[in-house]
């Protein structure tokens, strides 16, 4: 039988994806890789993750690309959605998923190193990202898929300072907490399109 570590590697369908926990001969894996975009929702109103059009993607269409092997080993899962650790913006109710995206606690906390400390702490100067600074940054920059010299955002499932927004990774691995649009952005065709790194649950 295959090793599997955390922080390792593994193929998985169509992509390769990154072991962050194991679990009684289960993984928690999320793509290497960013490896599309996609808005967080296709509508410019107030959303949480339950409601949001990347979970029904996520849940629905992308989940449907994986064979029926496949499908028979990922672990469908009930999700806490926490509210934004400083903004207070709801996260809304628990989900029922089969593929996801982080949190940003996953991410501060538990699986890319841990910078606990400015999220429960933050800084007098910390009023929409985290420190540029912070050391564990470079853990969370994350290249395209279809051109791994490319660094891109990719999106959490919290909310942001308010729920028309959701918590993002920036290209340079810094937490930008106070989020971005969920569909209107700065960019040429008017969409926010984020990167995504779907997670998931596995049977090893």
């Given at each position: 039988?295959?090793?599997?570590?955390?922080?390792?590697?593994?193929?998985?369908g169509?992509?390769?994806?990154?072991i962050?926990?194991?679990?009684?001969n289960?993984?928690?894996?999320?793509?290497?890789?960013?490896?599309?975009?996609?808005?967080?929702?296709?509508?410019?109103?107030?959303?949480?993750?339950?409601?949001?059009?990347?979970?029904?993607?996520?849940n629905?269409?992308f989940?449907?690309?994986?064979?029926a092997?496949?499908?028979?080993?990922?672990?469908?899962?009930?999700?806490t959605?926490?509210?934004?650790q400083w903004?207070?913006s709801?996260?809304?109710?628990?989900?029922?998923?089969?593929?996801?995206?982080?949190?940003?606690?996953?991410?501060?906390c538990?699986y890319?190193?841990?910078?606990?400390?400015?999220?429960?702490?933050?800084?007098?100067n910390?009023?929409?990202?985290?420190?540029?600074?912070d050391?564990?940054?470079?853990?969370r920059?994350?290249?395209?898929?279809?051109?791994?010299?490319?660094?891109?955002?990719?999106?959490?499932?919290?909310p942001?300072r308010?729920?028309?927004?959701?918590?993002?990774?920036h290209?340079?691995?810094?937490?930008?907490?106070?989020?971005?649009?969920?569909?209107?952005?700065?960019i040429?065709?008017g969409?926010?399109?984020g990167?995504?790194?779907?997670?998931?649950?596995?049977?090893?």
């Amino acid at each position: 039988m295959e090793d599997f570590n955390t922080g390792s590697t593994m193929p998985f369908g169509d992509y390769n994806w990154r072991i962050l926990d194991i679990k009684n001969n289960t993984a928690l894996i999320i793509t290497e890789n960013i490896i599309e975009h996609r808005a967080y929702h296709d509508v410019y109103k107030e959303i949480t993750w339950a409601d949001c059009s990347l979970r029904k993607y996520l849940n629905g269409e992308f989940y449907d690309k994986f064979n029926a092997t496949d499908k028979s080993r990922i672990i469908p899962v009930i999700n806490t959605n926490p509210d934004n650790q400083w903004y207070g913006s709801r996260g809304g109710e628990d989900t029922a998923d089969s593929i996801f995206l982080l949190t940003v606690e996953d991410v501060v906390c538990r699986y890319f190193g841990d910078s606990s400390e400015k999220l429960y702490n933050p800084g007098k100067n910390q009023r929409y990202w985290f420190e540029r600074k912070d050391k564990n940054n470079s853990k969370r920059i994350a290249r395209l898929e279809a051109n791994k010299e490319a660094i891109w955002w990719w999106w959490l499932r919290t909310p942001g300072r308010v729920n028309v927004k959701a918590v993002y990774i920036h290209g340079d691995g810094n937490i930008g907490i106070q989020g971005n649009n969920i569909l209107k952005g700065n960019i040429s065709d008017g969409k926010c399109t984020g990167g995504i790194r779907p997670a998931l649950w596995l049977k090893l």
